[in-house]
């Protein structure tokens, strides 16, 4: 729920989520950030920000990290391994550095202590959003390899398997115990259905998605 300002909403682009405890902060971080071009929504709690009813979009959290109930870091951890999960700002007024260092290590942007300037704080917002946008851009990646090499019959993805790891045409026939001619017949197949033009890019979609050509290719 945003704070009532007479600075005008962005309806598109990506969410900037705050989560504080502390109105005044949430207002003065909704005017800033709004001001800045940004659409805002902010929750007064962890458990508020869980329980909210949006559509998966892009965007970052601006999380304090002291707060009643469920903290900042407990927030962090209960988001860990979600895919599509945000990128985490932490601002607090009661940071030390083992604090940061655990925030840090555990995948946070940035860890802003109160008062922060607000150009770092804007910077921060930055990087994560340019994070995020990456990592929905390679899931989305990702997820159109595994469709595609889903279309792969079993004897296609054997080849394939053999063609990612190197293997010349007559190794994967020997392999595979099939003829030299029918491995060529059924390479062309594996391109084209997966849309590349050379082994090289066969092998750098399959590293792009990190194993999900492979796993999709193992299934039976």
């Known amino acids: 729920m945003n704070p009532k300002s007479s600075i005008p909403i962005p309806q598109s682009g990506p969410t900037v989520f705050l989560v504080d405890d502390d109105p005044s902060v949430r207002k003065g971080l909704s005017r ?13 709690s962890a458990e508020a ?9 892009g965007g970052c959290l601006v999380l304090d990290m002291r ?14 391994g979600v895919v599509g999960s945000l990128p985490i700002i932490f601002i607090t007024g009661h940071g030390d550095i083992p604090m940061s260092v655990r925030a840090m290590k555990k995948g946070a942007v940035d860890f ?9 704080l804007l910077a921060a917002i930055a990087v994560a959003l340019a994070r995020d946008k990456a990592a929905r851009e390679q899931r989305v990646k ?5 469709s595609r090499a889903k279309t792969l019959t079993p004897r296609e993805r054997e080849v394939m398997r053999g063609v990612v790891a190197g293997l010349l045409n007559k190794q994967i026939a020997d392999e595979l115990g099939i003829s ?39 299934g039976r």
């Open 49 to 57: 920000f869980l329980k909210r009813e949006s559509p998966e979009r």
């Open 67 to 80: 707060m009643p109930g469920v903290n900042g870091f407990e927030l962090q951890e209960a988001l860990a």
């Open 112 to 120: 802003l202590s109160k008062p922060f300037d607000e150009q770092a």
């Open 32 to 44: 800033l950030l709004q001001s800045a071009g940004f659409r805002v929504e902010a929750f007064a």
């Open 142 to 146: 990702t997820q159109g390899i595994r």
């Open 180 to 218: 030299e001619k029918t491995v060529k017949v059924h390479r062309g197949r594996v391109m084209m259905k997966m849309a590349v033009k050379s082994v090289a890019e066969l092998v750098r979609m399959s590293e792009n998605a990190e194993g999900g050509m492979r796993s999709a290719g193992s």
